[in-house]
T-cell receptor, first 113, second 116 residues
């Protein structure tokens, strides 16, 4: 993957609302799409990922959807909580290996009470 | 179990100096990757090492170099520091490498480098 566009750059939601972050990639050969969460002062942490043969994956309040035709994948967080406040990054593997990732520009999510 | 550990956590250097950053991967992980994260941006891939061999290099100048030791720990070296090298340097480890490795990267908390 050479280029990953991520939107929005900032997102503010009220506690309990849903949040959606979208990423667009350029490499048709991409087959693995992770989402990382970075809290202040910490390194990124994988929260969910999806492979190209699957259209949607859920893990409790978090879900990722993939549209290979449109070359975009989205992170959905439902019933947001204050601890969801962080910066979220999508990523696309360089040359098809998950050890070398091109990260998006990040989305700062703020969940307000 | 200990996660990925990096040292030092913070350091300040002046232009033209050299810096060495160190990383210890999670026990059993053989792959180590280095990323540079400038404030407000996503991490950018610098190097990947697996079984002591370089497996990938990002778009960084030759002033950046790295190596991996027999115990799978790694060092990132940056020579002739520039102001633009100021960033958070992240190390990540994973059990395996290669095209069919679609597993998780485990990141350390990073080394924050300030170049004055």
């Amino acid at each position: 993957g050479e280029n990953v566009e991520q939107h929005p750059s900032t997102l503010s939601v009220q506690e309990g609302d849903s949040a959606v972050i979208k990423c667009t990639y350029s490499d048709s050969a991409s087959n693995y799409f992770p989402w990382y969460k970075q809290e202040l002062g910490k390194g990124p942490q994988l929260i969910i990922d999806i492979r190209s043969n699957v259209g949607e994956k859920k893990d409790q309040r978090i879900a990722v959807t993939l549209n290979k035709t449109a070359k975009h994948f989205s992170l959905h967080i439902t019933e947001t909580q204050p601890e969801d406040s962080a910066v979220y990054f999508c990523a696309d593997p360089l040359t098809g290996t998950a050890s070398k990732l091109t990260f998006g520009t990040g989305t700062r999510l703020q969940v307000t009470l | 179990d200990a996660g990925v550990t990096q040292s030092p956590t913070h350091l300040i250097k002046t232009r033209g100096q050299h810096v060495t950053l160190r990383c210890s991967p999670i026990s059993g992980h053989k792959s180590v990757s280095w990323y540079q994260q400038v404030l407000g941006q996503g991490p950018q891939f610098i190097f990947q090492y697996y079984e002591k061999e370089e497996r990938g290099r990002g778009n960084f100048p030759d002033r950046f170099s790295a190596r991996q030791f027999p115990n799978y720990s790694s060092e990132l070296n940056v020579n002739a520091l520039l102001l633009g090298d100021s960033a958070l340097y992240l190390c990540a480890s994973s059990p395996t490498s290669g095209r069919y490795n679609t597993g998780e990267l485990f990141f350390g908390e990073g080394s924050r480098l300030t170049v004055l």
